[in-house]
């Protein structure tokens, strides 16, 4: 499976952006955003499964909403609000088939090649 995302840039504090993440292949069980800002360790975002289950990580959850286009093999991740904090460069990742834990990186197979988000004060 090869993941395609898009959709960073650089924005004022308050912005929103929606990234996108396509699959080259429809059948992916979980589709998932995490990120890593500078200096800091790889972080869960959210995850979205392909029968709809969402987990969205509490800092974000009030501003962040993810979705899926199962049709288009398309996960989205609309941000808004967004916090000088929430720069990072922004990766998403997949895996085909069942798994628990959808916010720990170590069950994701396939990783895209990040989409960087700069967000300024």
């Known amino acids: 499976v090869q993941l395609q995302a898009s959709g960073g840039g650089e924005v004022q504090a308050g912005d929103s952006l929606r990234l996108s993440c396509a699959a080259s292949t429809s059948g992916v069980y979980v589709m998932g955003w995490f990120r890593q800002g500078p200096g800091k360790e790889r972080e869960f975002v959210a995850a979205v499964t392909s029968g709809g289950t969402t987990d969205v990580s509490d800092s974000v959850e009030n501003r962040f909403t993810i979705s899926r286009d199962n049709r288009r093999n398309t996960m989205y991740l609309q941000m808004n609000n967004l916090k000088p904090e929430d720069t990072a460069v922004y990766y998403c990742?997949?895996?085909?088939?069942?798994?628990?834990?959808?916010?720990?990186?170590?069950?994701?197979?396939?990783w895209g090649q990040g989409t960087q988000v700069t967000v300024s004060s």
């Open positions: 990742a997949a895996r085909r088939n069942y798994g628990s834990g959808i916010s720990f990186a170590k069950i994701y197979t396939y």
